[in-house]
Structures are given as C-alpha cells and as structure tokens.
C-alpha cells in the first residue's frame, strides 16, 4: 500500500485537538507532535470554534472531548460526519462508560478513546481500523 509499512502508517495526519482544558491540549499537542504521525493544524476550547476552524482547514482527524462547555462533542461528531467529508473524527473522554463509546459510532466517529487509555498507539490503531474516506 503507498504511504503505509508494516506497522504505523508514514503519514502525517494533519489534526484539530477540540478540549477545554489548555492544559490536557497542550500535552495532546506534544505528544502528538513528538511521535511524528501527527500536525497539529489547530485547537480549539469549545464547539463553535471548531465549527470556525471547520470552515477554513481540511484536517484528516479531529480529535474532541466530549464535555465542552457550549456544545457536546457528541454532537459536534455528528455535524463534523454529515458535513465535513474526509474529516475522521476521534471522540476521547474522561467518561469510560461503554454508552460513550456506542453514542460516538453512532455520531459517525471512528473512535472513541477513554482519556486514561490515550495514546499515539491507540490513535494509530483506531485511523488504520477505520475506514479510508
């Protein structure tokens, strides 16, 4: 397959880290950037920056909290499935109950990740389990 090697894909997701805490963004954003599979093209603190940075970049993921002060991620994952195509969306929570995780697929998310369990790892096995769009 081009682009891919047996293991982590070579290439770089270009990614928009939706939380309201600057504090977990800020490790997101350096984790992700240490690993190399990973550009962060922006962050956003709540749902209608999202939607704003929505309009004006294509990224290949969009990883976002569940709980945002003006609007769930939950719900933002459903704007983001129906309306942004090519975008994949990855859920990630504080919560770790199953429901999140069949309310995020049911959004159109390709994962939804419990904040303890994330990872590059786990990131990379979620994108190259979901379905190229």
């Known amino acids: 397959m081009q682009g891919q090697q047996t293991g982590h894909p070579r290439r770089t997701y270009r990614t928009v880290l939706v939380d309201d805490d600057p504090l977990f963004r800020d490790w997101l954003r350096s984790v992700l950037e240490d690993s190399r599979h990973f550009e962060v093209m922006a962050e956003a603190g ?15 993921v ?16 459903g704007y983001i499935s129906a309306n942004c195509p090519g975008v994949r969306t990855i859920v990630v929570s504080s919560h ?20 303890s369990g994330l990872s590059v790892s786990a990131l990379l096995q979620s994108l190259q389990a979901a379905p190229v769009p």
Do not use: H, Q, W
């Open 46 to 60: 709540n749902g209608a920056e999202c939607l704003g940075l929505l309009d004006t970049l294509t990224p290949d």
């Open 62 to 77: 969009v990883l976002l909290d569940v709980d945002m002060p003006d609007r769930d991620g939950l719900e933002l994952t």
């Open 96 to 115: 770790e109950d199953r429901i999140y995780s069949m309310l995020a697929a049911a959004e159109g998310a390709v994962a939804f990740i419990p904040k």
